[in-house]
């Protein structure tokens, strides 16, 4: 299709254009009112290590923990930690449902894990984050220090705070995404639906025998 086509086509469909478009703002606006609302807050914890571990110097004990760092991630989905944080912090969720809406990552190169925590309210979202946060910690330096000191402490340097806004629905994000959607969609039922009129106009008539 040239260029002309096209430019024919969409002046042509208009009226179909304007209508996806209507469609999916109004979709995107529905969604937005409809979806519930969803505050992240954030716990920091650091990795240190103190003493000499097993007669290497500090900068080893430290690279020794920053390698540990998925281990101490995968941790804090254990059972141990999340039962600790729930009942020590007197958390009114299940460890299931917690465990599904945390995330633990780290800084590249760090020695840094950062306890995310996903929920219906800015409290819960905080409160959740940093009971995680603190257990996980609590359960780091115990087990690093269970068969003799190893240097290695867990320490919660950033609490998690109550988030200032929301991370779900975005309604400005989601009404751009409906108005692009919407236009493209419509563009492309334009194009189609001149495409389809122009073949069956170009189609030849069938010639009835007398």
């Given at each position: 299709?040239?260029?002309?086509?096209?430019?024919?086509?969409?002046?042509?469909g208009w009226a179909v254009i304007v209508a996806a478009t209507a469609v999916g703002t109004l979709a995107?606006?529905?969604?937005?009112?409809?979806?519930?609302?969803v505050y992240q807050a954030s716990a920091r914890i650091y990795i240190r290590a103190d003493q000499d571990l097993g007669g290497t110097s500090a900068l080893a004990g430290q690279l020794f923990a920053t390698n540990r760092l998925r281990t101490y991630a995968e941790l804090a989905a254990t059972s141990t930690v999340l039962h600790s944080a729930i009942e020590l912090h007197k958390l009114n969720v299940t460890e299931s449902d917690l465990a599904h809406r945390m995330l633990v990552s780290?800084?590249?190169d760090s020695a840094l894990l950062?306890?995310?925590?996903?929920?219906?309210s800015e409290h819960d979202a905080d409160n959740q984050a940093n009971a995680v946060a603190t257990e996980l910690a609590n359960g780091i330096t115990a087990l690093e220090n269970a068969n003799g000191a190893t240097g290695l402490q867990a320490l919660v340097v950033?609490?998690?705070?109550p988030p200032a806004a929301r991370v779900e629905p975005l309604k400005r994000r989601n009404m751009l995404l409906?108005?692009?959607?919407?236009?493209?969609?419509?563009c492309a039922a334009a194009v189609i639906r001149d495409h389809r009129k122009r073949a069956s106009q170009a189609a030849?008539?069938?010639?009835f025998a007398v």
């Open positions: 299709m040239t260029l002309a086509a096209l430019l024919r086509a969409l002046r042509q995107a606006f529905g969604y937005s009112q409809l979806a519930p609302t780290s800084p590249a950062d306890i995310s925590v996903r929920a219906a950033d609490p998690a705070a409906g108005v692009v959607i919407g236009l493209e969609l419509g030849p008539i069938p010639a």
